[in-house]
C-alpha cells in the first residue's frame, strides 16, 4: 500500500535551516496538491505551505520570507526549505498529498507519518 515518507526533521538552533522532503513510497498514477502542516504540543495542526499541481503556493504568514516550498513532478517529491527558524516554528511536521493511486482509483488524500522538528539552542 502507497505511503507518504517524509525526511529531513530533526534538531537545529535558532537561525539555522533545515530541508524536509516528501514523496510516495511506490508509484502513483497522478499527483495533485501538496502541501506541509505541522501541529506543536496543545496546539491545533496548521497549514505551512501549499503547492498545487500547477505550481500556486500559499504561506502562513508567520513563515513567509523564511520557508520554502517546491515540488518536482517527475519525482513526485515536495520539499520544504526552513531557514531562519525559530523557536516556535518547533512542531511535528506532516506532509499531506491528494493523489491517484492508479488510473482505476479515485483521488485520495494522504497524510504522511510526521517529523519532528526542535529549533533550541
Known amino acids: 500500500q502507497v505511503q507518504l515518507v517524509e525526511s529531513g526533521g530533526g534538531l537545529v538552533q535558532p537561525g539555522g535551516s533545515l530541508r524536509l522532503s516528501c514523496a510516495p513510497s511506490?508509484?502513483?498514477?497522478?499527483?495533485?496538491?501538496m502541501a506541509w502542516y505541522r501541529q506543536a504540543p496543545e496546539k491545533e495542526r496548521e497549514l505551512v505551505a501549499r503547492i498545487s499541481k500547477g505550481g500556486r503556493i500559499n504561506y502562513l504568514d508567520s513563515v513567509k520570507g523564511r520557508f520554502i516550498v517546491s515540488r518536482d513532478n517527475a519525482k513526485n517529491t515536495a520539499y520544504l526549505q526552513m531557514n531562519s527558524l525559530r523557536p516556535e516554528d518547533t512542531a511535528v511536521y506532516y506532509c499531506?498529498?491528494?493523489?491517484?493511486?492508479?488510473?482505476?482509483?479515485?483521488?485520495?488524500?494522504?497524510w504522511g507519518q510526521g517529523t519532528q522538528v526542535t529549533v533550541s539552542s
Open positions: 499531506y498529498a491528494v493523489f491517484m493511486r492508479s488510473r482505476w482509483s479515485n483521488t485520495e488524500v494522504f
Open positions: 511506490g508509484s502513483i498514477f497522478d499527483m495533485d496538491d
